[in-house]
């Protein structure tokens, strides 16, 4: 059974960056999509990022992009998330969740449905100065 460990969250400056490791064990990863998803404190779980590793196909949410760049380490069986000129409302907890083959039509905020079979424990994100 794949299982999915999160780690690189931390407490960051407004414009610094950060980079959150997602990692793999259990199954190789190169039949799954593996999506980056936030939770900022009070609000619903958003899609921020996902990564087709089969086809090496990317999304990211509108909001993110050109500061959030997802990448893949099929050595280390591991997704990364890299996020620059971070901002107070990038502060979450950030999960990686997993799902064969594709990733979802659309990201986003969540509401009650959940596209992936499996998930990370998350890590903290905090920014602020």
């Known amino acids: 059974q794949l299982q999915l460990v999160e780690s690189g969250g931390g407490s960051v400056h407004p414009g610094g960056s950060l980079t959150l490791s997602c990692r793999a064990s259990g199954s190789t990863l190169s039949n799954y999509a593996i999506a980056w998803i936030r939770q900022a404190p009070g609000k619903e779980r958003e899609g921020v990022s996902c990564?087709?590793?089969?086809?090496?196909?990317?999304m990211y949410e509108d909001s993110v992009k050109g500061r959030f760049t997802i990448s893949t380490d099929n050595a280390n069986n591991a997704v990364y998330l890299r996020i620059d000129s971070l901002q107070p409302a990038d502060t979450g907890v950030y999960y990686c969740?997993?799902?064969?083959?594709?990733?979802?039509?659309?990201?986003?905020?969540?509401?009650?449905?959940?596209?992936?079979?499996?998930w990370g424990q998350g890590t903290l994100a905090t920014v602020s100065s």
């Open positions: 990564v087709d590793i089969g086809d090496d196909i990317k």
């Open positions: 969740a997993a799902r064969l083959w594709n990733c979802p039509y659309s990201l986003g905020t969540m509401g009650t449905g959940n596209p992936y079979a499996y």
